[in-house]
């Protein structure tokens, strides 16, 4: 069923009686061309341009819960091209030029929204990183602008300008960037890429993985094994538990990252701003609630809740930035399990077993990738070969040295 | 998280720094043949394991020594804490 306003003023006129499932529940096939582990919003994108831009439709995206329940549904939604490094940037605006044409393309209000991504800068040698990296993203085809402390100003007015230790020196201006709705980015691509014969498959975990002469062809899941010409794994925070099963240990460690929510407001926080002197970043729903989080715990974590030494540091940055919303009360906290990489980078690569291919490593800023991450992935799947702006997500970079550290930390995952 | 450090008692984890996977203690031998490989395995590749995990703690805030704590990585229950020299040297020893 197309949605457009005639349909919801018919559906309207009808009570809401005749809508439809948004998509099926099948149970599995013996066999699919592709199948892809992972019902978060990259394994569901990739399937969606699996059949819609490379005509490959005999393909399962298997889900151990519901979809959208990882870090899809968890994340706090800022999507931005603001990348310094050339084997990043082009990526991420090819991501932002999809965002930007989402909607339209997949039938479907994702609620992308271009309100702004504000990046603080508190001192001088801060503003010129800033102003190198503004112009490497207007090389990539991005945009960006400089603003000095006036232009913070007009913008923010609300922002603690003199403070004493961190005063605010200007910031870098990303007017495209923003957030999306992300419930319905998973829904949205979940939708196409059923309505044109994919399967999704929920309440299905994949166990292990069907390997013969040492190249894959299936996975075992829960529900039994299912056969495969290509296997495509997805599973973000999960990424070192699923790829034991085909007996590969990862350069990847897995951290819990915490969000938090206010109880709704009116507008006032205009787009989304992050401090430069401290981890914290903030935006507002459109229902109101202030929409905000900051580093991760730090250590290696599997359970999706934090600790309260970050609740603290958060809100203190918050406090330290923000003074104004000491006032408001906090709704709700909660954490999600994240694909820390050795250089804070990605990848999307075939993996040393023929017919098994990996999309992961997305540390906590994937969201705003979910359309290039499904798209290139699915460029892979189909062709065998890296799609364009997606060359250095290699996975052997760690051996052969090419990593991409935008923030030169070194191998040191909880410091990205 | 409280780690009960094993001379100075319960000890709130905000006073220490993490590092990582206590494997991070067996530094490969710089002049092996295969050293490249050593190095890369060492720095990069992880276990990464859902459950018990064994790992290095930094009391940054304290008496500045390194710990290895082992931990449950889905519960966060810590099931031992050592001191890391001890472990460092019991295993030169046991070679
Ligand atoms: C608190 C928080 C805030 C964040 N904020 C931002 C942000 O502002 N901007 C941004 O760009 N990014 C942000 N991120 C990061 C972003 O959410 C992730 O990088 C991205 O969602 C990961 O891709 P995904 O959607 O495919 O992951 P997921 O939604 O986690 O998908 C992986 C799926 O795999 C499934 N799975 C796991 N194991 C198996 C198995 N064995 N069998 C079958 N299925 C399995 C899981 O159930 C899950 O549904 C944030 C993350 C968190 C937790």
Redesign the pocket.
Known sequence: MHYSAWSLFWQGLKGNTDWKPAWREPQPKGRYDVII?????????AAYYLSSVYGITNVAV???????????????????SNYLLPGNEPFYELSMKLWEGLEQDFNFNAMVSQRGVLNLCHTDGQRDAYARRGNAMLMAGADAVLLDPVGVRRMCPFLDFDNARFPIKGGLWQKRGG?AR?DAV?WGYARGADSRGVDIIQN????GFVMENGVCKG?E?SRGTIMAGKVGV?????SG??MA?AGMRLPIESH????FVSEGLKPIIPG?VTYGAGHF?ISQSDKGGLVF?GDIDGYNSYAQRGNLPVVEDVCESGMALVPMIGRARLLRM??????MSMDGSPIIDKTPVDGLYF?GG?????????PA?GYCFAHLLATDVPHPTATAYRLDRFRTGAVIDEKGAGAQPNLH | MIINHPLLGPRDAQEFTYFGDASLINRPDWQAEDAAELFYEYLHVRDNPAGEHRELWYHEHGDRSWLVVTRNTLTHEISKVEIARDVALTRRHGQ
């Not at chain 1, 582990?37 to 994108?45: D, E, R, S, T, W």
């Open positions: 582990v992972g019902g978060g919003g990259h394994g569901l994108a298997i889900e151990k819960g519901w979809i959208g329940s990882g870090n899809a549904g968890r994340n706090t939604t800022i999507i931005r957030t992300h998973v299905c975990e994949v166990t996975v899941t997805s599973v973000a925070g999960s538990r699923v099963g819990v990252l915490q969000a989304v970043y989080g909660w954490g999600g399990v994240m694909d999309n997305w540390c906590y800023g994937g969201f705003k990738a979910t991450s």
